[in-house]
């Protein structure tokens, strides 16, 4: 069993940046994908962005160039820089680790608020 902890979220203004980061009580090394999710009140879950084992990434267009997901196997890690933050990005934040077979794995979310 793999527990996913979150945190790093927040209140930012327009524009401003933050660092997500998801926290795994045991190796990545197994999980194929590690991706970071939202959910705006009144909105379904989206995908924001994922990383494979190998490295390869995946972004929703309203993210791209804005925001970076990388992952440290070694730390047990994933990350997502959040830059140039908008008002739309606001939502609760989910990390979610994919094996090839079995359910996933889901974090419990950190809330991320962009105001002025």
């Known amino acids: 069993q793999v527990q996913l902890v979150e945190s790093g979220g927040g209140l930012v203004q327009p524009g401003g940046s933050l660092r997500l980061s998801c926290a795994a009580s045991?190796?990545?090394?197994?999980?194929?994908?590690m991706g970071w999710y939202r959910q705006a009140p009144g909105k379904e879950r989206e995908l924001v962005a994922r990383?494979?084992?190998?490295?390869?990434?995946n972004y929703a267009d309203s993210v791209k160039g804005r925001f970076t997901i990388s992952r440290d196997n070694a730390k047990n890690m994933v990350y997502l820089q959040m830059n140039s933050l908008k008002p739309e990005d606001t939502a609760v934040y989910y990390c979610?680790?994919?094996?090839?077979?079995?359910?996933?794995?889901w974090g419990q979310g950190t809330q991320v608020t962009v105001s002025p």
């Open positions: 979610k680790a994919e094996r090839l077979v079995g359910m996933p794995y």
């Open positions: 990383i494979t084992s190998g490295g390869s990434t």
């Open positions: 045991g190796s990545i090394f197994g999980f194929n994908v």
